[in-house]
């Protein structure tokens, strides 16, 4: 390939390391004969760029970067009346069903901390027979959730208070809510007061430690995004350590912990079964291969039941 360091290039591949250059025809034919002598050097470079290429060069990314580039100038062009906190109506408009297949099939009572417009309820109700109450802080989603849940109350759970009776729930879910929050265990615990004894508490929270964040904070960036794991709206960060902790805290017990991948990252899964971890320049080794695939998660889903015990560990 042409040497195109003018361009740009150094900062997508590095020369020499994923990718060879060269500047005219006579050190092109010297390139072509050196690697082709060079074999295991050849495979080293082709795997290399073909690695970086996947973790952070996919159409997937390209499409990410642009969508994030044309919110970021949609804010900066357009006149708005919404505060700077609110997001665009997309962004509550998800159905999630890798969260409904965590909740049971026999919960007929649900309540839907997050709601945004009410896809996934409504997508439950479509499944099975179930009552769906929503709490939506935003008031654009939480109007169109109306249309599609039994009850939805428009409130902040960390300023508000709910009225619902102890037991009242099968099932409780927080899709992406506790990272918005300034005490998520205080939540929990109310929560835990709302379900059924044999009830369950079902989660989706993003991951901090996903390799995409660590390589950002090894080239000195922690940039806030109107979405991701550095959402602007994010207050708190979990790995799957912290997530286990805050739960057994707030006295539940996890029954199942799902990983669900990044962007991309279903092509170094492999490399992560092997105890190995790589974040732009970066490679780790020697990791416990699920240690290891902690880097390539991009959230977790977790469903947990009130310990039997009811105690709350300080």
């Known amino acids: 390939m042409n040497a195109l360091d003018d361009n740009g290039q150094e900062e997508l591949f590095q020369g020499g390391t994923r990718l060879v250059t060269y500047q005219d025809e006579s050190e092109l034919l010297e390139r072509i004969d050196w690697y082709l002598r060079h074999g295991r050097e050849r495979e080293r470079v082709a795997a290399e760029g073909r690695r970086e290429a996947v973790a952070r060069h996919t159409y997937r990314h390209r499409v990410e970067s642009i969508l994030a580039e044309a919110e970021k100038q949609k804010r900066t062009t357009v006149a708005v009346s919404t505060t700077s906190s609110e997001k665009d109506r997309s962004y509550y408009d998800f159905d999630r069903p890798d969260v409904l297949a965590l909740i049971p099939s026999e919960a007929r009572s649900v309540l839907d901390i997050g709601c945004g417009s009410g896809r996934l309820g409504e997508l ?56 918005h929050l300034r005490h998520p ?130």
């Open 124 to 179: 439950l109700k479509r499944r099975q027979p179930a009552r769906v109450v929503g709490i939506e802080l935003d008031p654009g989603a939480a109007q169109r959730a109306a249309a599609r849940l039994d009850d939805v109350r428009r409130m902040n759970l960390e300023e508000d208070v709910a009225d619902f009776a102890a037991g009242q729930f099968d099932c409780v879910v927080c899709a992406d809510v506790l990272e």
């Open 185 to 314: 265990e205080r939540l929990l615990e109310k929560i835990r007061e709302w379900l059924a004894p044999d009830g369950c508490l079902v989660s989706s929270i993003p991951n901090i430690r996903h390799h995409s964040v660590l390589t950002s904070l090894l080239a000195g960036n922690f940039t806030y995004e109107p979405a991701g794991l550095l959402d602007e709206t994010h207050l708190r960060f979990f790995t799957r350590r912290e997530i286990e902790k805050l739960l057994f805290r707030a006295g539940f017990e996890i029954q199942e912990l799902k990983s669900v991948a990044g962007p991309g990252d279903e092509e170094l899964i492999n490399a992560a079964r092997q105890g190995e971890v790589r974040a732009g320049r970066l490679s780790i080794r020697g990791l416990d291969p699920s240690d290891a695939a902690e880097f390539h998660t991009y959230q977790f889903l977790v469903r947990a039941t009130p310990r039997r015990s009811n105690v709350t560990v300080r």
